[in-house]
Nanobody, 136 residues
């Protein structure tokens, strides 16, 4: 069983930066994908970023160029560097670990070819989330 714990959330002003961390414990297959999702109040959960086993990263258009996902495989830590934060980035942020193909599937979701319901089953373990609040 994989356990994921996110941290690093907080309150910042628009234009500020935060770095989220997601520490994984338990057994993770050497071939896997990791994902960052977020859910704003009153809105559906959405995918934000994903990183594949080979380090391939893909992003939603809403965060592309501002967010960077990375992974320290040795330490089993996933990071999300968030810069130029906007008020619309306010949400609960979740990390998830998925199959090796989940990164590709999530890329298709970002391209509008899949719905969230198509990709979430590919991520088997989820963290409890960390809150990010961006004020103007």
């Amino acid at each position: 069983q994989v356990k994921l714990v996110e941290s690093g959330g907080g309150s910042v002003q628009s234009g500020g930066s935060l770095r989220l961390s997601c520490v994984a414990s338990g057994y993770i297959y050497s071939t896997h994908s990791m994902g960052w999702f977020r859910q704003a109040p009153g809105k559906e959960r959405e995918g934000g970023a994903t990183i594949g086993n080979d380090g391939d990263t893909r992003y939603a258009d809403s965060v592309k160029g501002r967010f960077t996902a990375s992974e320290d495989n040795a330490k089993k830590i996933l990071y999300l560097e968030m810069n130029s934060l906007k008020t619309e980035d306010t949400a609960m942020y979740y990390c998830a670990v998925g199959t090796s193909g989940a990164c590709i599937t999530m890329g298709r979701y970002f391209a509008g070819r899949f719905d969230l319901e198509d990709i979430t089953p590919r991520f088997g373990s989820w963290g409890q989330g960390t809150q990010v609040t961006v004020s103007s």
